[in-house]
């Protein structure tokens, strides 16, 4: 312990005091606020959150009052809430009440103790009074006084009161107070101190108790404690906030915005979205930790399953399971599988045994019967993958749907409680990333709107076909009808609509009251649009123009917000997602996409797109609402964008601003050498060279006619240098303008400057004089390889390190012929260099000049866009939609937009309009006529393939080297290559068709696995192209080696002509 002094040993008794009185107020503090929360809970107790019906909502503003709906069912789901929250166990349960509540007394009971040792201290640490040290009355007399302190001195002295450890600081303070009043000098301290010893001292403690400092030791370790604790808390919350690093800011999994980018492309529907949601990882999380008792769970989901397809049934198709509910009293109740159609009302049946599993045909027993005697087993579930959790998700959305809750098990609505609070942040972060992902714009408005479609049917439970009506309360079905339904616009504006609805549903007093109670506060919105550039008076090409949309809710006042939806289905409160989808009708795309989470009655947002180009604009505002079927509104802005060029957008400089030096200019004049000067004007900065050349030579003393002969020389030799000099410049920077405008295409003011400059030369001139290159289509049946440079003999190995790419059976290509390049080759200008290609007969087709063809034709080679629009003015035949397609097709943007405008200023807009009407048709018309080769598929060698809508082919193969092809899509054939799709066959198996009788079988693949593993390999950066070689073997039903051919490059850019991506601004 040491040895204490005085000082120290008093310092120490009153840090020992002390620590209770800062412990008790430390205690005191926490245990109030504590106590009054706790309480408050527990007296008055809330639904969680996520379940409670009488929340404002994040984005309600403050202050506002927040309508709800007053239906029946919506007050059953508040009340049924409000009831589960009220019972003691869920009291206790909710936030840890229970154990609060445990830890609550547990403290209070250490204050108690606290409060109890702080009585025993000394009274030292209050106000001190000698007379009630001394327990004497004021006024005593000397002898009284004396004969206490020495009674109380006798009773408290350390010697006698050895067993109080307290006794050294009570007789100190008895001396202290019989100084007080018997000594003058003490007496005149404690009357104008309080305290016989004078002023008091400051003395500095921390308030913790001896026994915690009462050694070295202990004192190192409250110090490791203290600094552990100060960079601990810290640190816990920084890994606390950190804790998950696979999720992103919107709450989503790494992992399931990775699944939706694979799943979520441009031929997604709105059948395919639920079960892309139960793909999830959210979503497969929410069945909970196992064990599970596999085999009660399928007998669940088998009844589910036969509940579902009693309400839809699966289309009767050859393959499909089928129950026979009439018919013989043999075979009345069995299965079977549909087989080939026997007549126009019966089909062949392959009937299972009844006492076995049938382990081949040879076990089944055919026979016909008619399509009235048998019933689908399986019900319409529409799911994009095979793999059996994200099946049996994907069910229990579905029977949310279509409203089979009391059919579902309760294990089911359990998980399905859960999937409902998760697919909020699902569905919004499906939208996202089909509203911001690449490609064909148009397509990803139709994929933005089949989402949007689904999230709308899953917060009502309805089907994906089901009428709008059936959001309404107490409207179950509508019954057959001769006079048409009204829609729901109509009845949530109109009241004497929704008066006749009533009449004609026959709805009771109380349920018409729900339903105008749900038209009441139903959603109707307004949308106001202007358009603006900030600071500037005019809209140009490249201006990033502000939209401003204003979003009114016409059925709410001014100072109420929107409370959550009518959504009786689900468990949780959802408030209203207004989508926000920006379209150009002009080029019918998309343009961006926002959405809007406010509740207010009117709700600004600002949307900050760029001018993509010049010209008349005409934009439609979509607001699209996650919540309700047929409530959304529509508004459309138009606009004049004028030309970079013809707006002035110089920044004004003040003119004491112009001549200001930059650091860097004061930096590089320093670093300059000084030139010896034998005058004072050579100093004068602002003096040219030239003028202070002839300062000096005015002024020489010899006056020699000589030196005035040189200095006019050396004038005039510096003026002519600088003129040679800006006209170099103004040259070079002519040149860089014309060149310029030819790649952006304003082709007729680079003409008209050029001929200008040059006389009266002709653009139709210059064109029969240029060489364009030629059109070749590569034939034969091998991929024709694209090499560095030509050669005339070359072994295996000198070829391999030539090659650098590969052109597939018939792509096109622009090369050039002749012009002292090497007979049988053709030269390529790719971006990254030059290529060269070996042509011969068997090889190659040879179409003609580039200006001789279809623009279909043309947009499919590595043409610059000078090019086009050179071909546009030149060409007299009219435009075909083959070729507005193949423009559509284009992937950058603003080539798109250039060749667009281009053909639309060629044919006009009429005749262009009518174009794209087709084209819009032509792409329908192909999509079903692809649709048994559309999706995703494999093949024995482990091959995995992809076909869109738009007839694109992309594959992988077992080595990870990518193959992609284009399939030719005609009334008659649906081809690849040499190979031709056979659409007779009725197996869910494809096969293609070569006409030496040889067929290559593809097997549906729906798994996740596969998909992101074609996924993986497309997206990567290193590309691996290589072509398939031809099947080496048949097989009845098994696949085989593809025949396709890829053109790609070393590097994994497109060599050449391989569709419009190949469509570049310049010319290598």
Not at 559 to 574: C, I, M, N, T, Y
Not at 738 to 766: F, Q
Request: hydrophobic content about 40%; some cysteine; overall charge negative.
């Amino acid at each position: 312990m040491g040895v204490w002094t005085r000082e120290e040993e008093e310092l120490r008794l009153y840090d020992a005091d002390a620590f209770f009185y800062f412990a008790g107020t430390l205690l005191l503090v926490i245990l109030l606020p504590w106590t009054y929360i706790l309480f408050h809970r527990l007296a008055w107790p809330r639904p969680k959150a996520e379940v409670d019906f009488d929340v404002r909502g994040k984005t309600a503003p403050r202050g506002s009052k927040v309508v709800r709906f007053k239906t029946e069912a919506m007050e059953a789901r508040r009340q049924e809430s409000l009831k589960a929250a009220r019972a003691w166990p869920v009291r206790l349960r909710a936030g840890y009440n229970g154990l609060q509540l445990l830890g609550l007394l547990a403290l209070w009971g250490v204050f108690a103790a606290t409060v109890y040792r702080i009585t025993l201290a000394p009274e030292e640490l209050g106000h001190f009074d000698p007379y009630d040290i001394l327990g004497i009355e004021r006024g005593s007399e000397l002898p009284q006084i004396k004969r206490a302190y020495r009674q109380k001195s006798l009773q408290h002295h350390p010697d006698k009161d050895r067993e109080n450890p307290l006794a050294p600081a009570i007789f100190q303070q008895i001396t202290k107070a019989y100084a007080a009043l018997t000594e003058e000098g003490a007496r005149q301290n404690y009357e104008k101190y309080g305290n016989p010893d004078g002023p008091n001292q400051m003395k500095v403690g921390i308030a913790l108790h001896p026994a915690i400092l009462g050694s070295k030791t202990r004192q190192l370790s409250f110090v490791v404690v203290f600094f552990s604790i100060l960079f601990a808390v810290p640190m816990s919350l920084v890994l606390c906030c950190l804790r998950n690093p696979q999720r992103t800011p919107t709450g989503v999994s790494s992992q399931t915005i990775r699944i939706f980018n694979v799943a979520l492309d441009v031929d997604v529907t709105a059948e395919d979205c639920p079960g892309i949601m139960a793909a999830a990882d959210e979503a497969q999380g929410c069945r909970g930790p196992g064990p599970h008792n596999e085999e009660r769970e399928g007998a669940e989901l088998k009844k589910l399953i036969e509940a579902m397809a009693q309400v839809k049934p699966e289309p009767m198709m050859p393959g499909g399971l089928v129950t026979i509910r009439n018919g013989p009293p043999e075979f009345r109740g069995r299965r079977g599988v549909l087989r080939q159609r026997a007549s126009q009302t019966s089909v062949m049946v392959e009937v299972f045994p009844v006492d076995k599993i049938p382990k081949g045909p040879e076990d089944c027993e055919m026979k016909e019967f008619p399509f009235a005697d048998l019933w689908s087993v399986e019900p319409r579930l529409v799911c994009p993958f095979s793999d059996a959790p994200i099946r049996r998700v994907t069910a229990i959305l579905w029977a949310h749907m279509w409203r089979l809750h009391h059919q579902m098990p309760a294990s089911y609505v359990a998980e399905l409680e859960q999937l409902l609070g998760v697919s909020e942040r699902l569905g919004r972060a499906m939208v996202s990333i089909c509203a911001h992902g690449k490609g064909d714009r148009t397509l990803h408005f139709e994929a933005v709107l089949g989402v949007l479609h689904f999230r709308k049917h899953l917060v009502q439970a309805l089907d994906l076909e089901a009428c709008p009506l059936q959001q309404l309360p107490h409207v179950a079905r509508l019954p057959a009808s001769k006079t048409p339904w009204p829609s729901i616009r109509e009845v949530v504006s109109d009241p004497d609509k929704a008066t006749e609805l009533a009449e004609r549903l026959k709805l009771s007093p109380e349920q018409r009251l729900d339903m105008q109670a749900f038209c009441r506060h139903a959603p109707r919105v307004e949308l106001s649009l202007s358009v603006e550039v900030y600071d500037e008076e005019e809209i140009a090409e490249g201006d990033v123009l502000t939209l401003t949309v204003q979003l009114d809710r016409t059925h709410l006042a001014e100072d109420e917000a929107a409370g959550p939806v009518h959504a009786p289905f689900l468990r949780s409160p959802k408030f209203e997602e207004w989508w926000l989808i920006v379209m150009d009708d002009r080029s019918r795309r998309m343009v961006t996409a926002e959405v809007i989470l406010n509740t207010a009655k009117l709700v600004t947002t600002k949307l900050r797109i760029q001018v993509p180009r010049h010209g008349d604009f005409r934009w439609s505002v979509h607001a699209i609402c996650d919540s309700y079927v047929g409530l959304d509104a529509r508004s459309t802005v138009t606009f004049c964008a004028l030309k970079s060029e013809a707006v002035d957008r110089e920044i004004f400089v003040h003119p004491e601003d112009a001549n200001i030096k930059t650091l860097f200019e004061e930096i590089m004049e320093g670093l300059q050498p000084e030139e010896d000067s034998e005058s004072e004007e050579d100093v004068q900065p602002a003096k040219p060279k030239v003028a202070a050349a002839a300062v000096r030579a005015d002024e020489a003393d010899d006056g020699s006619d000589s030196s005035d002969d040189e200095a006019e020389k050396t004038d005039e030799q510096k003026k002519k240098q600088a003129e040679e000099k800006a006209t170099k410049k103004n040259d070079k920077n002519k040149k860089d303008e014309k060149h310029e405008k030819e790649e952006d295409g304003d082709e007729e003011e680079a003409n008209e400057e050029k001929e200008d400059d040059d006389g009266s030369e002709s653009t139709s001139s210059e064109d029969s004089t240029t060489d364009w290159g030629t059109i070749f289509r590569i034939t034969g049946n091998t991929a024709c390889w694209i090499y560095r440079r030509p050669f005339e003999e070359a072994t295996d190995e000198e070829k391999l390190e030539l090659k650098r790419g590969q052109f597939s059976v018939g792509t096109l290509i622009r090369a050039y012929v002749g012009g002292g390049r090497p007979e049988g080759w053709v030269e390529l200008h790719l971006s990254d260099g030059s290529g060269w290609v070996q042509m011969t007969e068997d090889r190659a087709e040879e179409l003609g000049p580039l200006m001789e063809q279809e623009l279909c034709w043309v947009v499919q080679t590595a043409t610059p866009v000078s090019m086009v629009n050179r071909w546009m003015r030149n060409r007299t035949k009219p435009l075909t939609v083959d070729d507005i397609e193949a423009v559509r097709g284009i992937d950058n943007d603003s080539v798109r937009w250039k060749v667009e405008e281009a053909a639309r200023k060629k044919i006009g807009n009429e005749a262009f309009e009518k174009l794209m009407d087709q084209a819009f048709a032509k792409h329908a018309w192909r999509r079903r006529r692809l649709r048994k080769a559309m999706g995703h598929f494999q093949t024995q060698n482990g091959c995995i393939w992809h076909v869109s809508s738009g007839a694109r082919l992309r594959g992988v193969a077992a080595d990870g080297s990518r193959i992609s092809d284009k399939l030719v899509v005609t009334d008659e054939v649906v081809q690849i290559g040499p190979w031709t799709l056979d659409e007779e066959r009725p197996c869910s198996c494809i096969h293609w068709m070569q006409k030496e009788e040889k067929q290559w079988v593809w097997q549906q693949d729906k798994s996740m696995e596969s998909r992101l593993k074609l996924a993986a390999a497309i997206r990567s950066v290193m590309w691996a192209w290589r072509p398939f070689q031809t099947p080496s073997r048949e097989r009845a039903c098994g696949p085989s080696r593809s025949p396709v051919s890829a053109a790609h490059d070393s590097s994994g850019r497109r060599a050449g002509a391989v569709g419009p991506r190949a469509l570049v601004a310049d010319d290598g």
